[in-house]
């Protein structure tokens, strides 16, 4: 099982990232879309979130997705710390999870620690994105191990993983 995660779009989301998340069974989004016709962009099952930017839109603030393995919740973060959210107060909040989906920063994140495991995609979109826009591919093997796998995509097409 192969799902995309990404956050922090701003209402544009990366034409490559587009891409690789529609080669995903399922794709996250975990706020700040801002303009809600940007997801129609994307074509497998998705679940989203609202971010502080987006009391426009009509989500939940908090989703969980029961996936083989685990469960993965998903929230924006911005309540867990103005500038930086807490990954304890995270893990506090969602201890039954194995990982916590979070966006806000725009900072690329994969806490693995201790569980639950904090991820933050980075930002999709072209807002403070470091130069590069961000996301993950979550992929689940045949016995329900999970790997997180980090991909940025410069503003020349470039790719780095």
Same mark, same amino acid.
């Given at each position: 099982?192969?799902?995309?995660?990404?956050?922090?779009?701003?209402?544009?989301?990366? #034409?490559?990232?587009?891409?690789?998340? =529609?080669? %995903?069974?399922? @794709?996250?989004?975990?706020?700040?879309?801002?303009?809600? &016709?940007?997801?129609? /962009?994307?074509?497998? !099952?998705?679940? /989203? @979130?609202?971010? *502080? =930017?987006?009391?426009?839109?009509?989500?939940? =603030?908090?989703?969980?997705?029961?996936? #083989?393995?685990? $469960?993965?919740? $998903?929230?924006?973060?911005?309540?867990?710390?103005? *500038?930086? !959210?807490?990954?304890?107060?995270?893990?506090?909040?969602?201890?039954?999870?194995? /990982?916590?989906?979070?966006?806000? +920063?725009?900072?690329?994140?994969?806490?693995?620690? +201790?569980? #639950?495991?904090?991820? =933050? #995609?980075?930002?999709?979109?072209?807002?403070? &994105?470091?130069?590069?826009?961000? %996301?993950?591919?979550?992929?689940?093997?045949?016995?329900?191990?999970?790997?997180?796998?980090?991909?940025?995509?410069? &503003?020349?097409?470039?790719?780095? @993983?």
């Amino acid at each position: 099982m192969k799902i995309g995660i990404l956050s922090d779009s701003h209402g544009w989301i990366h #034409p490559d990232i587009i891409s690789l998340m =529609n080669t %995903c069974d399922q @794709v996250i989004h975990a706020g700040d879309i801002i303009e809600e &016709n940007t997801l129609s /962009a994307l074509t497998p !099952p998705l679940t /989203a @979130v609202r971010g *502080n =930017n987006d009391g426009h839109i009509s989500l939940k =603030n908090i989703e969980t997705l029961l996936l #083989p393995g685990g $469960i993965i919740t $998903i929230e924006h973060g911005h309540e867990h710390g103005w *500038n930086t !959210p807490s990954h304890d107060s995270l893990r506090q909040t969602h201890a039954h999870a194995k /990982a916590i989906i979070y966006g806000h +920063t725009h900072k690329q994140v994969i806490d693995k620690t +201790t569980t #639950p495991w904090v991820i =933050n #995609p980075g930002a999709a979109g072209a807002i403070r &994105n470091g130069g590069s826009s961000k %996301c993950l591919i979550l992929t689940i093997d045949d016995m329900q191990e999970w790997e997180f796998t980090p991909y940025h995509f410069t &503003n020349d097409k470039g790719l780095t @993983v």
